[in-house]
């Protein structure tokens, strides 16, 4: 109505100022601006353009979200069939309702290179735009944020005043959590409030807010399950996620190199899901790196891509199954082998 009604006063100003040669010219240029100031004023105020343009918290979501999001794990994601059936259900189900009791908290677990902080720039790239750059996700670094373990207190009180002031501004704020098992134990316990059953805490909500933890902990574990299901001539798509769930969070829970050692947050059940990332096999390392390539714009040369794969050292020493860096160092070995 009011880009309407702003299109009708342009309409109707030369009758009402009369003829244009009585109507001083910079008068009526800014009759003229005020009008069309007036139907933009009207098309920015409505809140989905107006996010179109600026960065914005809305109260739900796009549906496309979900969509994204499958759509990302399905291309980008190899060997991982747990982590893209359990995070798509997690988060889908969790956007899609709109009286949720708590926030949404994942724990992320398995080794380095297996696409822990992948997975994690995905949800986050499916909700906001900008991704991990969006002003309304929040990442955090143990070694990096919580470096001495003689500054918990202080971490804590901090950790805590920078939750609660975001998520006043943005009740659909993302927390990213990495290094978790080199935090310092009883640290994230102070987030214990913001994850549990509460309507309001001190006038802010915090239902609608995403929780996300990354953790080499309990990898160990995760390998173990895998190890035994190939031994037993299984395929590992066979793995469900009831075969280790349990198994991870009691590993994760009583492991004191862990940040979640004996934490309340598994104690009092407030972890929704622990996702684990099974140990990449060859085939999916080739697959990483058949990826990388295209996305750089070159064809790829099977014979580089053999000899990339095959330069990768895989575990255990006898068997040879798993890649202990996983895809992580795919990206320095393409430079070396490709003039980019």
């Not at 105020?45 to 796009?62: A, H, K, N, Q």
């Not at 001539?233 to 590993?251: F, P, Y």
């Given at each position: 109505?009011?880009?309407?009604?702003?299109?009708?006063?342009?309409?109707?100003?030369?009758?009402?100022?009369?003829?244009?040669?009585?109507?001083?010219?910079?008068?009526?240029?800014?009759?003229?601006?005020?009008?069309?100031?007036?139907?933009?004023?009207?098309?920015?105020?409505?809140?989905?353009?107006?996010?179109?343009?600026?960065?914005?918290?809305?109260?739900?979501?796009?549906?496309?979200?979900?969509?994204?999001?499958?759509?990302?794990?399905d291309q980008r994601l190899f060997g991982q069939?747990?982590?893209?059936?359990?995070?798509?259900?997690?988060?889908?189900?969790?956007?899609?309702?709109?009286?949720?009791?708590?926030?949404?908290?994942?724990?992320?677990?398995?080794?380095?290179?297996?696409?822990?902080?992948?997975?994690?720039?995905?949800?986050?790239?499916?909700?906001?735009?900008?991704?991990?750059?969006?002003?309304?996700?929040?990442?955090?670094?143990?070694?990096?944020?919580?470096?001495?373990?003689?500054?918990?207190?202080?971490?804590?009180?901090?950790?805590?005043?920078?939750?609660?002031?975001?998520?006043?501004?943005?009740?659909?704020?993302?927390?990213?959590?990495?290094?978790?098992?080199?935090?310092?134990?009883?640290?994230?316990?102070?987030?214990?409030?913001?994850?549990?059953?509460?309507?309001?805490?001190?006038?802010?909500?915090?239902?609608?807010?995403?929780?996300?933890?990354?953790?080499?902990?309990?990898?160990?574990?995760?390998?173990?399950?895998?190890?035994?299901?190939?031994?037993?001539?299984?395929?590992?798509?066979?793995?469900?996620?009831?075969?280790?769930?349990?198994?991870?969070?009691?590993?994760?829970?009583?492991?004191?190199?862990?940040?979640?050692?004996?934490?309340?947050?598994?104690?009092?059940?407030?972890?929704?899901?622990?996702?684990?990332?099974?140990?990449?096999?060859?085939?999916?390392?080739?697959?990483?790196?058949?990826?990388?390539?295209?996305?750089?714009?070159?064809?790829?040369?099977?014979?580089?891509?053999?000899?990339?794969?095959?330069?990768?050292?895989?575990?255990?020493?006898e068997e040879r199954i798993y890649s202990d860096?996983?895809?992580?160092?795919?990206?320095?070995?393409?430079?070396y082998y490709y003039d980019f």
């Amino acid at each position: 109505m009011k880009v309407v009604g702003a299109a009708l006063a342009l309409a109707l100003l030369p009758p009402l100022l009369g003829p244009a040669s009585a109507v001083e010219p910079i008068s009526l240029g800014l009759a003229i601006a005020g009008a069309a100031a007036s139907a933009l004023t009207g098309i920015i105020s409505y809140p989905r353009l107006y996010c179109y343009f600026r960065e914005c918290c809305l109260p739900s979501l796009d549906q496309r979200a979900a969509a994204a999001l499958q759509g990302s794990l399905d291309q980008r994601l190899f060997g991982q069939h747990l982590v893209s059936k359990v995070v798509v259900k997690a988060v889908k189900g969790f956007l899609n309702n709109s009286n949720s009791k708590k926030p949404l908290a994942l724990s992320l677990h398995g080794w380095t290179g297996t696409g822990k902080n992948f997975v994690s720039r995905i949800i986050a790239e499916s909700i906001y735009k900008r991704g991990l750059q969006s002003k309304y996700v929040h990442q955090f670094v143990a070694t990096l944020h919580f470096p001495h373990a003689d500054s918990i207190n202080i971490y804590k009180d901090q950790l805590q005043s920078w939750i609660r002031g975001n998520v006043s501004i943005c009740p659909r704020s993302l927390f990213i959590f990495d290094e978790m098992d080199k935090m310092h134990a009883g640290l994230i316990d102070s987030i214990k409030p913001f994850l549990d059953y509460y309507e309001v805490l001190d006038g802010v909500s915090y239902r609608q807010a995403i929780f996300i933890f990354l953790s080499n902990a309990g990898a160990e574990k995760i390998t173990e399950v895998a190890l035994d299901f190939w031994r037993s001539g299984k395929r590992r798509e066979d793995i469900l996620l009831t075969d280790m769930q349990n198994a991870l969070s009691v590993s994760v829970f009583n492991n004191k190199n862990s940040g979640f050692w004996h934490s309340t947050l598994i104690d009092k059940n407030l972890i929704d899901y622990f996702v684990p990332f099974l140990p990449l096999e060859y085939r999916h390392v080739k697959m990483c790196i058949r990826v990388e390539i295209q996305s750089r714009g070159y064809d790829v040369d099977e014979e580089i891509l053999t000899r990339i794969a095959d330069e990768m050292t895989y575990f255990p020493r006898e068997e040879r199954i798993y890649s202990d860096k996983g895809c992580k160092t795919v990206d320095a070995k393409l430079d070396y082998y490709y003039d980019f």
